[in-house]
């Protein structure tokens, strides 16, 4: 063979490899195509385990995949987002369709986010974000699902100076740290808490959105701060957490101390009904029927918006034994 004729084959063998890189990675737009196909192998990589809120999301992951037939590959981080990061390459090299990631937290997992962009398997997030200037919706990944962290964050502390009068010596127990909802619910209710001269934040820590870490904070945070007159927890675990706290304080949760969270799972519903725990803003676990319904929309080529936002409810006195029934 000439040397003419071996480089005309090289040529044009890096040319297919360069056109089937481009229509399996949608490098037009940024963003991998995901095929047409009667069923898909999809992979759910979960943050933890360790609270009703996580089982309910992953149970309604793992049951819309059964109801779809498709294949799901799951896998647990238990709270460390290096092992996430490894679970999201293990996917990647199983040969997944499509990825859904929970993120632990905002900036770690924007390795997990570039590599299944490299590999052209479109990833959404679902439940929790990534920072934003490092990784862009629509560009690096298909899409976000979820609720407004922030907007939660606003509705609590509405929720408190309509309660207070304006009036409020506030514990504050944050979610897990450079998580999203720890950033956004922070902000959210911060924001509203400081236009009420009457109301200050007096401590401020992360009970990492676990029940018994929220009552260990709490206790601790209430010793200091004796004058407390309300704890906000990020999430409903800590909140219950929290009452146990005031409860061993020899206070009574509700009227010494009242507590305002996010979530509305069935033992913060039930709270609500004991009068321990003011209120709850929704935070819907249930992402596998809206996961999966972008993924089918977005290999049939349908326009993704960046953010999809879920509608979350309000729980207090009103409704919570109405809600309680249909809640995990
Ligand atoms: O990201 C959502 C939060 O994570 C939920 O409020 C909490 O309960 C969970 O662990």
């Keep these: 063979m000439s040397h003419f004729n071996r480089r005309q084959i090289l040529l044009s063998a890096m040319s297919i490899t360069a056109v089937a ?9 940024g963003l ?4 047409v196909k009667k069923t898909y192998k999809v992979g759910f990589a ?18 819309e995949a059964e109801k ?10 238990a709270g460390s987002a290096a092992k996430q990061v490894a679970d999201v390459n293990s996917m990647i090299a199983q040969g997944v ?3 859904f990631l929970s993120p632990r937290e905002e900036k770690p997992l924007i390795p997990a986010v570039m590599a299944a962009k490299k590999a052209g398997i479109p990833l959404f997030l679902i439940d929790r974000g990534v920072d934003a200037s490092l990784a862009k919706a629509g560009v690096d990944y298909v899409t976000f699902i979820g609720s407004d962290f922030k907007l939660e964050g606003e509705q609590a502390g509405d929720w408190l100076v309509k309660t207070t009068g304006g009036k409020a010596v506030i514990i504050e127990l944050e979610g897990s740290t450079g998580s999203s909802p720890a950033n956004d619910r922070k902000k959210g209710f911060d924001d509203v808490i400081a236009k009420n001269p009457g109301m200050s934040i007096v401590a401020s820590q992360t009970g990492d959105f676990n029940r018994d870490k929220g009552r260990q904070v709490a206790e601790s945070l209430l010793q200091a701060h004796p004058e407390a007159t309300v704890i906000y927890a990020h999430n409903d675990e800590m909140a219950i957490g929290a009452i146990s706290a005031i409860e061993a304080a020899g206070k009574v949760p509700g ?36 996961a999966y319904a972008a993924a089918i929309a977005y290999a049939k080529g349908d326009a993704i918006p960046p953010v999809m936002t ?5 729980f207090d006195a009103n409704n919570a034994k109405a809600s309680i029934a249909d809640s995990y």
Excluded: H
């Design 97 to 99: 369709d499509a990825i």
């Design 68 to 77: 779809l037939g498709w294949q799901l590959v799951y896998t647990d981080a």
């Design 21 to 29: 890189m481009t229509s399996s990675m949608g490098m037009a737009d």
């Design 310 to 314: 879920n509608k979350d409810r309000f």
């Design 255 to 290: 009227k010494d101390i009242l507590i305002v969270s996010i979530d509305g799972e069935k033992d913060g519903l039930q709270a609500i009904i004991d009068g321990k725990l003011g209120a709850t803003v929704e935070c819907n676990p249930k992402f596998g029927p809206a």
């Design 46 to 63: 979960q943050t933890e385990s360790n609270n009703p809120w996580r089982l309910a999301q992953t149970a309604s992951m793992k049951a």
């Design 32 to 35: 991998p195509k995901l095929a």
